[in-house]
Nanobody
Framework: QVQLVESGGGLVQAGDSLRLSCAAS????????MAWFRQAPGKERNFIAA????????YYADSVKGRFTISRDNAKNTVYLQMNSLKPEDTAVYYC????????????????WGQGTQVTVSS
């Protein structure tokens, strides 16, 4: 049974930092590209970052480029999202997702999803 479990969300102030984690089980983690998406209230779920199976390549949405960093530790079956200089518009539920081999930016291309973790940024 595949499980992705996010953690690390919370309530912070604008300008603060948070690091989200997503622990995977039930999959050969090193064979899966990983991504983070987010969904704000009343809005669609959007891609924000992805990382290749080895971790050598990363890709970011323009809205987070330069502020967020995705990384992974294949020995720990975990992907991370370091979020710096947070803004109120970053408030959303953050989801990690797994896709065999190559990463994509479309949510329907991902096979497995976590349950999400809430990030709230106050002004």
């Amino acid at each position: 049974q595949v499980q992705l479990v996010e953690s690390g969300g919370g309530l912070v102030q604008a300008g603060d930092s948070l690091r989200l984690s997503c622990a995977a089980s039930g999959v050969t983690f090193s064979s899966y590209a990983m991504a983070w998406f987010r969904q704000a209230p009343g809005k669609e779920r959007n891609f924000i970052a992805a990382i290749s199976v080895s971790g050598a390549r990363t890709y970011y949405a323009d809205s987070v480029k330069g502020r967020f960093t995705i990384s992974r530790d294949n020995a720990k079956n975990t992907v991370y999202l370091q979020m710096n200089s947070l803004k109120p518009e970053d408030t959303a539920v953050y989801y990690c997702a797994a896709r065999l081999r190559a990463w994509r930016t479309l949510l329907n291309e991902y096979e497995y999803w976590g349950q999400g973790t809430q990030v709230t940024v106050s002004s």
